[in-house]
């Protein structure tokens, strides 16, 4: 019975869709084969991923793809929403990245008894069914973690206290990043995490948690924070203790974005693992392919590298975010 | 009323006591670059901006309104500011970004006093509206972006010291100054009748529309205030995460405080207990170490602990068995 409804309901509305398809073909010659893309974003919650909106919606203008943007402030229902008013919309392709890594099946599943191919960005999901979506294009986040810790292990001398600042609690690179870092260090038993919270990738959260750390930790040689906002709080909150950033306490950050590789560049942050929000144009040509049902690769990685307080220097007159 | 004010003032003293037997040094001053520094002091600090937004808060749910919409009101003022200050650092720009930030919030407080007495919509459907409408107007005028300023005398709102924090020092200068004009004239009582009976109130000759349309514009311009504090205290503007969600901790606040949301009677001492302990709270996850996933659940149970013991028949079954053991 279930199955009868489905397959009236999908008829239905691929009726519909052949109709919108010669609606619009009577237009002008282009509109016919205008993709729509839905673009479910996180938020604005750093300098990195107003980079990463801008990039999709920059690429999505230059590729001719008709962009349907929606922000969810770090709410997974609003994303879901979003998701779902993409479905009803009927856009060619849904792209976002996932807030949480869990709890995306049933709007996905949606989706795909839609026909809408969905594209994650920037973040994965964790579910065991992989076909409810066509690739996932975005930084490998444990690698991250692995080059923070690798640097991490090149620098240390003697016994050496981290405290860390995570992520959203979580999130794919809250979790990834943590994991990333561990594994390296996990070779000097030396270097030890002495305490970790949750920073909220906020410069707010940041500062606020690194002014308890300060007072709760008797010696602190390293922080090691999730993001390059979280390690602008925290370097506020060093040298409100009196410390100098970069010297007394040294830092590791993830995303190179401008305001962190300004701090890294005058010397108050130790490196930066670059994750790169730039993802727009590499999007919109795997849009493309799956709306044509081209096969993709199911994982697409992001080029990535790392900076030292020179490379900073060098680089930072280029900085486009 | 001072029994109302024990079992907040008792929730304080035992998380203060979990910090001290967790980490000793929790509670070790010390001077630093002229001024005080160790974990009280980062309470006073952080606590301020939630203090001066429950106190506008107060006088609101006082009249049996609420006002949701702090968090984004909040969240303009910091993005006008910064905007406002953009690359420059002296102090003129910092003070008339500051002033045209207060006024636009004093701006919208008549908008929402407005909407709740003008028009008579229900306070929290009216104020809604400009919790979800105000953070896409601060999101506009940041145009989405992190707004980093480098700007002394703006730092000094939120993160200066005057030997203790200058923003602590604002929030109780405005806690002083509502006590002053609520209690030692007519103001406060007449506040309170509104919020018993707005007709009866205004049938007795009290003018409750201008009252309510008064404590919505109080509640704005603190909630302005403590927008400049929090964004200053990082020197940068986030229009996305500024004030997010401050406005329910500004309520539980209130309400742990003692006072109802039936409106009615309030306390200023307890709105200041309240928010102290919702500080507090925050400080003592991060400094005892609580891990970040179970976080939400620990504040969950403090706060429920607090607010059963405060609850009538809790406090009434309590108070017997102390008398019991008394007698006895």
Redesign the interface.
């Known amino acids: 019975m279930l199955k009868k409804i489905t397959t009236a309901a999908s008829v239905i509305a691929l009726f519909a869709l052949t109709a919108c398809g010669s609606g619009s073909g009577g237009g002008t010659a282009t509109s016919g084969d205008t993709i729509t893309m839905g673009f479910a974003q996180v938020?604005?919650?750093?300098?990195w991923r107003?980079a990463n909106?801008k990039s999709v919606q920059d690429e999505a203008k230059a590729a001719g793809i008709d962009l349907k943007f929606s922000?969810a402030?770090?709410k997974q229902e609003n994303q879901i929403k979003a998701i779902r008013t993409y479905i009803q919309q009927k856009v060619s392709v849904i792209a976002f990245s996932p807030v949480v890594e869990t709890g995306w099946d049933t709007v996905l599943l949606e989706a795909k008894r839609a026909n809408i191919p969905v594209i994650l960005t920037d973040r994965a999901i964790d579910s065991d069914d992989t076909s409810l979506y066509k690739t996932f294009l975005g930084s490998d986040f444990v690698e991250e973690g692995r080059k923070a810790g690798d640097w991490m292990v090149a620098n240390a001398t003697g016994p050496t206290n981290v405290v860390e600042l995570?992520g959203t609690?979580?999130a794919a690179p809250a979790i990834d990043r943590k994991k990333g870092f561990e594994e390296k260090i996990a070779s000097k038993p030396d270097i030890k995490i002495v305490?970790?919270?949750?920073g909220?990738f906020?410069?707010?959260g940041g500062?606020?948690?690194m002014?308890?750390?300060l007072?709760?930790q008797?010696k602190i040689d390293v922080v090691y924070a999730h993001n390059d906002?979280m390690g602008?709080?925290a370097i506020?909150a060093i040298k409100?203790?009196?410390k100098v950033p970069g010297k007394d306490i040294k830092i590791i950050t993830v995303d190179a974005v401008k305001?962190g590789m300004t701090a890294l560049a005058n010397g108050e942050i130790n490196f930066i693992v670059e994750c790169n929000p730039l993802l727009g144009k590499q999007l919109m040509d795997l849009a493309k392919k799956v709306v044509k049902g081209e096969q993709v690769p199911a994982r697409v990685v992001t080029e990535e590298g790392t900076f030292t307080q020179e490379q900073a220097k060098a680089a930072l007159p280029n900085r486009q975010y | 009323m001072k029994n109302r004010l024990l079992w907040p003032l008792i929730a304080l003293a035992a998380l203060l006591v979990l910090n001290l037997v967790v980490t000793p040094s929790f509670f070790a001053l010390r001077i630093q670059d002229g001024h005080l520094y160790g974990g009280l002091v980062d309470v006073l600090k952080n606590g301020a901006p939630t203090l001066l937004i429950a106190l506008g808060m107060t006088l609101v749910i006082a009249t049996r309104g609420i006002d949701l919409s702090v968090g984004a009101v909040a969240a303009i003022a910091g993005a006008v500011t910064c905007v406002h200050i953009g690359t420059s650092g002296d102090a003129g720009t910092a003070f008339a970004g500051m002033a045209i930030a207060l006024v636009l919030c004093a701006v919208l407080g008549l908008w929402n006093g407005f909407l709740v007495a003008g028009l008579g919509i229900q306070p929290i459907v009216a104020t809604l509206v400009l919790m979800t409408a105000g953070r896409g107007v601060a999101m506009l005028v940041t145009e989405g972006q992190i707004i980093t300023v480098n700007n002394d005398p703006f730092r000094q709102v939120g993160a200066g010291f005057l030997i203790l924090p200058i923003s602590i020092l604002i929030s109780l200068a405005v806690l002083g100054l509502v006590a002053l004009a609520t209690r030692k004239t007519a103001l406060g009582m007449l506040i309170e009748a509104v919020g018993v009976n707005p007709e009866a109130s205004r049938l007795a000759g009290v003018r409750s529309r201008t009252i309510i349309w008064t404590v919505y514009v109080f509640a704005a311009v603190c909630a302005g205030i403590a927008g400049l504090m929090i964004s200053s205290n990082v020197s940068a503007a986030d229009a996305n995460n500024a004030g997010l969600w401050i406005e329910m901790d500004a309520i539980l606040a209130v309400v742990i405080g003692g006072t109802s949301l039936a409106g009615g009677r309030y306390s200023l001492t307890g709105t200041l207990l309240g928010a102290l302990i919702i500080q507090t709270l925050t400080t003592t996850v991060y400094t005892i170490g609580v891990a970040p996933e179970v976080t939400l659940v620990f504040k969950a149970i403090v706060v429920i602990t607090v607010c059963l013991v405060q609850a009538p028949k809790a406090r009434a079954a309590l108070s017997f068995r102390s008398r019991k053991v008394a007698v006895s």
């Open positions: 938020g604005a919650e750093s300098g107003t909106t922000d402030q770090q995570q609690t979580g305490a970790s919270q949750t909220d906020t410069r707010s500062k606020q948690v002014e308890a750390f007072k709760s008797p906002d602008l709080g506020e409100a203790a009196g305001d």
